[in-house]
């Protein structure tokens, strides 16, 4: 016979997948290396950051999650029209997770 955990409810469609909106106009922001200046204060994302989401499934509840993270621990700036190391940046803040805030939410 077919155990519990095997079967599966015909409406469930858990397959999940997220597109990133306004993709062209973020691949001409990194073609031209444009980069996200983060301060202590902080900053808006520009681009504006959203998010298709896709495959969830209806009785399931999510969470969405954004951790954005540095890619190396250098301090660059801006000189003769290309961004250079200068220097060993402040030690990283403790890590926080954005929560988008109407989560948890159903597919």
Not at 21 to 46: A, C, P, Q, Y
Not at 48 to 73: E, P, T
């Amino acid at each position: 016979g077919v155990g519990p955990s095997e079967v599966q409810d015909a409406d469930v469609k858990d397959e999940p997948k997220a597109e990133l909106e306004g993709n062209d106009l973020w691949k001409k922001f990194h073609s031209i290396g444009t980069e996200m200046v983060i301060t202590k204060s902080g900053r808006r994302i520009f681009p504006a950051y959203k998010v298709r989401l896709s495959g969830l499934d209806k009785k399931s509840k999510y969470f969405l999650v954004l951790d954005i993270m540095a890619v190396d621990d250098c301090r660059y700036k801006f000189h003769n029209g290309k961004w250079t190391v200068a220097g060993k940046a402040d030690p990283e803040m403790p890590r926080r997770c954005y929560v988008h805030p109407d989560s948890p939410c159903t597919g």
